[in-house]
């Protein structure tokens, strides 16, 4: 069965160090590593493009664990391969308060990590995401300088999230040959075999969505290296499919859903090495094998020097724009041309849509640099996302940089994490607010990754009209707002969606959100105003006001903005001392220092907020004694003008309830 008796022994260190590191922090999933070894070795040996002494090499294959839970597979990988920053002391740390050697492999933790998992599915969109980016790269910059393989090693569990058919089927239709899965056919997830719950025939289901499907014993080696060098070959995407034993070597509980999950417990870790034939102790590989694995982490070195010989052979225009698109980093003209732009929506006084004027931001974004690449979720027309100077990819040409990702809003986020994560494009993608619920978990992971993605979220509320409540967005601001590192911009007026769009190029620590309006909003900044000046940078800024001690201090956002106007117009008239603000990003206000914070929340007697959403997040500003104007309910279908008026959202009610008040407090 085996290959040689050193591949044993180096398939045996993975699965030593494995079960050591499990044991040690009584918690963790043996039955990944143990069963997927000998996968693992066989690829990074002999098929893997990587330098483990420069972890970060651009044109390195990218490899993703998308069972996330298999992590010691992938820490015991990353330690034998000789990556500087991981210790034995790492892997005696395992699952422990701040080691690097988390409960799941974590971005920006160690540096072989190329996406943090554990969602299941996410990793299988992650590398569909790598994949397109290389094409799109390679396209650009020619084989020479861009070429490397994609490897997704997936399970049970991800094949059944729904989120893999969504990247499967694209991966198929855009016919990503360099996409290579291992899917770890070991028929066990924690409930039980699969069979309790599924009985898809994979091997069709991949060759339906365009794949080639090569089905293997996991555990030969031969059959894995041979199922490699053709998936490499393949002119579609493949799928090798491993039939492998779950808990491999653990004569109690191979086979069964008990490795799954938990440490083999001290007597069967026990006999487990035993039967492996582990003779060393706990957390020490012995030097002959260790060194082998140090050699082969060094086997791409040559590799990496002759790309980076190739690097330095580029005319130098070329070369430069190759490492400022990798580092993502955009050229000024992008930010001179979008203060022109802005310029010119001051002085034209725009009746437009918020989506349009995002448009035209992008139109401008677009012609100026070639760094972003856009997307809708089959919303193109609505999210106004297509801006006519770029063209869609396709599988035969990825020269262009539009991506139609079909009704796969899931997939497009996680696709999005992918491309940002590989480096080379920003991305940005559209869908309706409401189907950000289709993509949250990918939102939440390019929060926690920290990745600059973009995310152009149209009809933003019941401003959206007839389609009704299915489609209205209620809590969706502030359920957005609520994930740390992400911010959600929504401007009120085509020179404030201008400059949100500025801040979020400059943004790049997290995604970006921008709700847009389908509705049109007036123009009503000024020409008077410095127009090189970002309003929107603090997240707020005083629109106008009658009085430095206000009696009302009214906030809001984007379509509500133009409510609020006209709400301080009318106080004003009435002699009634008054503020007004915008409020673009509610998260970008929370980050400025108190002083600054509490000088605006502070300011008047009385706080009002109007945003057609739900008041969650807007407690600061409230205070104890606040007026929140928004939504309780989920909306209805209706032309938008009746269901701003059937839900209180308009001026004429607003300075009711704000003198009924007055009246019964005097
Ligand atoms: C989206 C999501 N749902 C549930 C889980 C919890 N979970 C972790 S592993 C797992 C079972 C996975 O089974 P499989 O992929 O076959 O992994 P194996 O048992 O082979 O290790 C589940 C349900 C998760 N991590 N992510």
Not at 85 to 111: M, N, W
Not at 113 to 118: V, W
């Amino acid at each position: 069965m085996a290959r040689s008796t050193a591949h044993q022994q180096m398939a045996n260190a993975i699965r030593a160090l494995s079960i050591d590191a499990i044991e040690e922090a009584n918690s963790g999933h043996p039955g990944l590593p143990l069963g997927m070894a000998d996968v693992a070795t066989v690829l990074f040996s002999e098929f893997l493009k990587y330098d483990a002494s420069d972890p970060h090499w651009h044109d390195r294959d990218r490899f993703v664990l998308s069972g996330g839970h298999g992590s010691m597979l992938l820490y015991s990988l990353l330690y034998l391969l000789g990556y500087d920053d991981i210790k034995i002391e790492d892997l005696k740390k395992f699952r422990q308060l701040g080691s690097k050697t988390a409960g799941h492999p974590e971005y920006g933790h160690l540096k072989g990590i190329e996406t943090t998992t554990g969602p299941l599915g996410q990793g299988v969109a992650n590398a569909v995401g790598m994949a397109i980016t290389e094409k799109m790269l390679s396209a650009r910059y020619g084989s020479d300088i861009v070429n490397h393989m994609t490897y997704v090693m997936a399970g049970d569990g991800d094949l059944m999230e729904g989120i893999s058919q969504e990247a499967i089927t694209l991966a198929g239709h855009l016919c990503l040959n360099k996409l290579i899965m291992i899917f770890d056919d070991n028929q066990i997830s924690i409930d039980g075999p699969i069979s309790k719950t599924d009985s898809t025939d994979q091997t069709k289901r991949f060759e339906a969505s365009g794949w080639e499907v090569i089905e293997i014993d996991g555990h030969n080696t031969n059959e894995i290296a041979d199922a490699l060098d053709r998936s490499i070959k393949s002119v579609k995407p493949s799928m090798i499919k491993c039939r492998t034993i779950i808990g491999y070597g653990s004569p109690n509980k191979q086979g069964t859903s008990s490795v799954h999950g938990s440490p083999l417990g001290s007597e069967e870790y026990l006999l487990t090495r035993d039967k492996l034939g582990i003779n060393y102790d706990k957390f020490s590989v012995p030097s002959e094998i260790l060194e082998e694995w140090r050699n082969i982490g060094l086997k791409g070195c040559k590799q990496r020097r002759d790309w980076e010989e190739r690097i330095q052979k580029l005319p130098p225009e070329i070369r430069d724009k190759y490492n400022s698109q990798i580092s993502g980093t955009l050229n000024q003209n992008v930010y001179k041309s979008l203060i022109e732009l802005k310029h010119d929506y001051l002085t034209t006084k725009s009746h437009i849509a918020t989506r349009k004027a995002s448009e035209i931001a992008l139109q401008c974004i677009n012609e100026n640099t070639e760094f972003l690449v856009g997307g809708s979720a089959d919303l193109t027309g609505s999210n106004n996302t297509k801006t006519h100077n770029i063209n869609e990819i396709v599988a035969e040409n990825f020269s262009g940089r539009y991506i139609h990702y079909g009704i796969r809003e899931h997939a497009m986020g996680a696709i999005m994490n992918g491309i940002s994560l590989h480096k080379g494009f920003i991305p940005y993608g559209g869908t309706f607010l409401i189907f950000s619920d289709y993509c949250r978990p990918a939102i939440r992971l390019g929060a926690l990754m920290e990745q600059h993605n973009i995310y152009v979220l149209t009809h933003d509320s019941i401003g959206l009209g007839e389609d009704g409540p299915t489609h209205q967005p209620i809590e969706h601001l502030s359920s957005l707002r609520a994930i740390p590192n992400v911010y959600v911009y929504r401007p009120a007026s085509a020179v404030e969606t201008i400059e949100c769009w500025e801040l979020i190029l400059k943004n790049k620590n997290g995604p970006n959100l921008i709700a847009l309006s389908r509705q049109n909003l007036y123009e009503f900044r000024e020409i008077s105003e410095q127009f090189n000046v970002n309003n929107c940078e603090k997240g707020i800024y005083l629109i106008k006001a009658n009085s430095d001690n206000p009696d009302y201090a009214l906030f809001a956002s984007g379509s509500e903005v133009e409510i609020a106007i006209d709400a301080y117009n009318s106080l004003t008239e009435s002699g009634i001392k008054a503020a007004i603000y915008s409020v673009p990003c509610l998260d970008l206000f929370n980050d400025q220092d108190n002083n600054f914070k509490s000088s605006i929340i502070k300011n008047a007697k009385q706080n009002i907020v109007i945003e057609a959403g739900i008041s969650q997040g807007w407690e600061k500003i409230l205070g104890d004694d606040g007026l929140f104007f928004g939504m309780s309910s989920f909306g209805a279908s209706g032309p938008y003008k009746e269901l701003y008026q059937h839900f209180g959202l308009t001026k004429d009610h607003i300075i009711d309830i704000i003198m009924n008040n007055r009246e019964i407090n005097e």
